[in-house]
Every structure is written in structure tokens, then in C-alpha cells.
Nanobody
């Protein structure tokens, strides 16, 4: 089965930096897209950044000037470089992979989630 495992979370002071990583296993193909979501207690899970197979990347406005998502070119691994962290960035960050498997006339959607890694920004 496909598994996504996040790492790199921790406690950091405001203005600090953190780099999250997500490593996949068990996949038989490269994911169409990988993304980072986050969820704070009592809040909705929100999309933070998404990257396709190419160089296209999308960010929510609140992190666009501070976070950078990147993917390995040869495997299903994704990173999130987070700079100038703020207390409001505190959340559990989840790795996501989604897309559609296509073979001939067959189309099958897929979506996978990691267990999450905690990021806490506090002075």
C-alpha cells in the first residue's frame, strides 16, 4: 500500500525557519500532484502549497512570500521550506498526493495522506 511519511516538524521561534519533508513508499507511479495542507485545532484543514509534476506551484496568499514547495524530479518526495515563521503558522502539516491513474481508456482517481507532523511557532 502507498504510504506518505512526513518529517521535519518541531518547535521554532517566530522568524525562524523549518523544512518539512514527505517521503512516499509503495507507489507504482509518479503522483500527478503533491501538496501540503495544515490544520490547527478548531480550524478547517487548508491547502498550503501544491506542486504538479512540472515546475508549477501554487500557494495560499498567507505563505506565498515565505514558503517554498519543491519536488524530487525522480521520485515521489516533496519538501516545504518555511521561512519567517509566524505563530499563526502553528498547525499539524499533512502531506498529500493526488491525481488520476490513466491507462488507455481507464481513469481512476487516487488520493493519499500522511499522518502529519506538528509545527509549533512560539516564543
Amino acid at each position: 500500500q502507498v504510504q506518505l511519511v512526513e518529517s521535519g516538524g518541531g518547535l521554532v521561534q517566530p522568524g525562524g525557519s523549518l523544512r518539512l519533508s514527505c517521503v512516499s513508499s509503495g507507489s507504482r507511479f509518479r503522483f500527478d500532484a503533491m501538496a501540503w495542507y495544515r490544520q490547527a485545532p478548531g480550524k478547517e484543514r487548508e491547502l498550503v502549497a501544491r506542486a504538479t509534476r512540472g515546475t508549477t506551484a501554487d500557494y495560499t496568499d498567507s505563505v506565498k512570500d515565505r514558503f517554498t514547495i519543491s519536488r524530487d524530479n525522480t521520485k515521489n518526495t516533496v519538501h516545504l521550506q518555511m521561512n519567517n515563521l509566524r505563530p499563526e503558522d502553528t498547525a499539524t502539516y499533512y502531506c498529500n498526493a493526488n491525481g488520476e491513474y490513466k491507462w488507455g481508456s481507464s481513469v481512476r482517481p487516487y488520493e493519499y495522506w500522511g499522518q502529519g507532523t506538528q509545527v509549533t511557532i512560539s516564543s
